[in-house]
């Protein structure tokens, strides 16, 4: 079976004056219809970096420098603008922390959804409706009519970003890459799209790439996670093996520094230090200056290999338990 | 921990509505506009004992960081008093002044709270030079002290804010309140803008400085983990309302009132033993607006056990155990 999305030795630098920032350094990608992929790490680890490269949006001063991005077994890197334009929004689709980045504040929602079914279909005024309402209806918006004849700011933050996510469902696409869309709402409208989301996962058939620097969230809703540091991916692996027993040292930090699984009161397990920036990063694993088990070796880039049914990119992989 | 050392004495806040152009046109034209108010904080009571960290939680827009800045004496209530050891932390006579230096606040975005174009060292030694803590042939000393507490290096007196990150930052913040003294900290959303591994690293400062220093803590966040993690007590805000306190680890095993107990069940776990993904178990409905709250309990139209008496009677705070209050008709 052909993966809905293959991403292969995906790299995007941003040539800035003060030096190139490999954002993007060697990503490497597979998901399948019907299942959620959470792509997590920290802030500037280059998640959405990668996100917006899936979609073909990046511009000035960054560049796709290599890689390729294959969608249902075809390549999207490399496409001209008009192909590029025909495949986005219709066979893969993008939602965003903000919905505003999706909705135009002065058109009413009804509008918004007619505009984006007809710039890939022509249907008639009667299909557009039953359309627009169906898919709101999927999003659990209550009142899906009234919705149609709302403006934006009109509508709640969560139902905001349903209606966002309504718009990227309206023409079945293989894909969808959602970046942080929960990450601004409160925690019981969060549960509600999470919810919505994972249901829409199974019925439609969707594969979701799902960025988010929360592991918790991915914890209940992603399948196989891939954990990025520093524009790479260090591991990579059905969720539950790599939560319950994270191979790579930077995993499992991550991990230990969440509060709320240790006992209450106790020091967290801390990783020291903070992120390198992502300009002359200096050669070998990027975690070193942090890592409690570096050596010598550490000084060249580990690839990222097969340890058990898993990828981590590690010289010293903690050991399976 | 037996003395209350700060007490919220039945306090309220409202805000009346930001007057837009359009109303003040239409209020021009001689038409009826409303004017409608936010109640932030409705009628809260509580107080916090000598040495015990109190975590407060809730949505965004319950009234969290306005009952922390009540609570601090940089927001006058509208109702109601606010006493450290039993005195008034703000001057009741329409002057709101804060009267005492003895309670500190750490904001959540750490590059607003600090002035961008002083150094750190004089960020923090002002306070206490003005306060006359220190003198100024000792500020250089203190500052140095400061720093060094929170993990700082004391070179760094002479930097920019914008030379630090994030979590740098929020040490800085914490080092110039901590400068002061003060009995009581109200730390709002500290940590909330931090990556988790900075997070932890910030969590621990507090719980080392809580340790050695004996401090009292108001501590508000909406990431349960992280209240959890560090509070004795806990308070869940419901749209200006207390619906529950009692101790942390109580509350989160049990808890009773029905929006905590729904609030519990919307958080993700982060599953670390193998049980595969999991159901999310999602509060229905919107969180109602603040400028009309529903009548009776404000959860009553998304809650299921809803009754009659819930839409038109407000319940009060009741207490059901040791230490547990919840503020609900039916909680037991
Ligand atoms: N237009 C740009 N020009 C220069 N550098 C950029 C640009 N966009 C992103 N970067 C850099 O690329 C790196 C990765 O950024 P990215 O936004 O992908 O991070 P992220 O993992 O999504 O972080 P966050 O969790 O904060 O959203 C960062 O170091 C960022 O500064
Ligand atoms: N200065 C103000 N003027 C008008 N309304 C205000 C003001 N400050 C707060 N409010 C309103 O009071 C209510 C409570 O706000 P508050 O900031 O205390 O909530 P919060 O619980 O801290 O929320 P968040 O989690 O988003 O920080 C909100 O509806 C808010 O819009
Ligand atoms: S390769 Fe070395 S430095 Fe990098 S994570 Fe593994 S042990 Fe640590
Ligand atoms: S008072 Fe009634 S509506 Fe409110 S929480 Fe209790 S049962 Fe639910
Ligand atoms: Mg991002
Ligand atoms: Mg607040």
Redesign the pocket.
């Known amino acids: 079976m052909t993966a809905a999305l293959e991403v292969r030795g995906l790299k995007t630098h941003f040539f800035t004056r003060s030096g190139a920032v490999k954002a993007v350094d060697g990503v490497d990608l597979s998901i399948e219809r019907g299942r959620v992929l959470g792509l997590v790490g920290e802030s500037g680890s280059g998640k959405s970096v990668t996100g917006l490269s899936i979609l073909g949006l990046i511009d000035h001063p960054g560049r796709i420098v290599e890689g390729s991005v294959r969608l249902d077994g075809q390549e999207l890197v490399g496409l001209d603008r008009d192909a590029s334009r025909r495949v986005r929004g219709r066979r893969i689709a993008m939602i965003f922390q903000d919905p505003m980045m999706t909705l135009n504040p002065v058109l009413r929602v009804g509008t918004q959804m007619s505009m984006a079914l007809r710039a890939h279909e022509t249907v008639s005024n009667a299909v557009v409706r039953e359309r627009s309402l169906k898919a709101l209806g999927k999003v659990g918006l209550p009142a899906p009519e009234q919705c149609l004849a709302a403006y934006p700011h009109q509508l709640s933050g969560g139902m905001r970003q349903r209606v966002a996510i309504a718009i990227a469902l309206l023409h079945s696409p293989s894909v969808i890459v959602a970046d942080e869309p929960t990450t601004a709402l409160d925690v019981s409208i969060q549960a509600q799209i999470l919810q919505e989301m994972q249901r829409l996962g199974a019925e439609t058939g969707v594969a979701l790439v799902w960025i988010t620097h929360d592991l918790a969230v991915v914890s209940s809703l992603a399948h196989d996670i891939a954990v990025m540091y520093a524009g790479r991916i260090v591991e990579y692996g059905p969720t539950a093996d790599v939560l319950a027993q994270p191979r790579h040292p930077y995993t499992r930090g991550l991990l230990d520094s969440v509060p709320g699984e240790a006992e209450p009161g106790e020091k967290l397990a801390q990783i020291p230090g903070s992120i390198p920036a992502l300009i002359d990063l200096p050669p070998g694993c990027a975690f070193r200056a942090r890592c409690s088990r570096a050596t010598g070796a550490c000084e060249t880039m580990p690839e990222i290999a097969d340890i058990g049914g898993r990828l981590a990119r590690c010289f010293h992989p903690l050991e399976a338990a | 921990m037996s003395a209350p050392l700060l007490e919220l004495d039945a306090v309220s806040r409202r ?1 009346s509505r ?1 007057i837009s152009l359009g109303d003040r046109i239409a209020a021009k034209l001689g038409a009826p506009v409303e004017t409608r108010e ?1 109640r ?1 904080v409705e009628n809260v009571s509580l107080s916090v004992m000598k040495g015990e960290t109190l975590g407060l939680v ?10 922390g800045r009540i609570a601090a004496g940089i927001l006058p209530p509208s109702a109601g008093t606010a006493r450290l050891d039993g005195k008034p932390v703000m001057a009741e006579d329409g002057r709101h002044q804060k009267l005492t230096t003895r309670v500190q606040t750490v904001f959540q975005d750490p590059f607003a709270s600090l002035n961008p174009r002083k150094r750190i060292g004089e960020t923090i030694g002002e306070g206490p030079l003005a306060h006359g803590l220190i003198d100024r042939a000792g500020s250089r000393a203190y500052v140095a002290e400061q720093l060094s507490r929170v993990g700082l290096d004391p070179s760094y007196a002479s930097r920019f804010p914008h030379q630090f990150s994030g979590g740098q930052r929020q040490r800085i913040a914490i080092a110039r309140a901590l400068a002061m003294k003060p009995d009581l900290l109200i730390c709002d ?1 500290p940590v909330a803008s931090l990556d988790v591994s900075i997070q932890a690293q910030v969590l621990n400062l507090f719980l080392d400085l809580r340790r050695a220093l004996n401090l009292t803590a108001i501590f ?1 966040s ?1 990431d349960l983990g992280v209240v959890r993690h560090l509070s004795d007590r806990v308070a869940i ?1 419901y749209l200006g309302r207390i619906v529950e306190i009692g101790p942390a680890n109580e509350i989160y095993a049990a808890p009773k009132h029905p929006y905590t107990q729904a609030l519990l069940a919307s958080v993700p776990r982060l599953n670390r033993h193998r049980e595969g993904r999991t159901a999310f178990k999602p509060i229905a409905g919107e969180l109602p607006s ?1 400028l009309s709250p529903p009548p009776g309990c404000h959860f009553h139209p998304r809650c299921a056990l809803a009754t009659e008496r819930c839409r038109t009677e407000p319940p009060q705070l009741r207490p059901l155990g040791p230490m547990r209050w919840a503020a609900c008709h039916l909680a037991e």
């Open positions: 805000f930001k936010v932030a809730g949505e965004s827009g319950c009234g969290k960081s306005t009952l959303e508000i909406h805000m603040p």
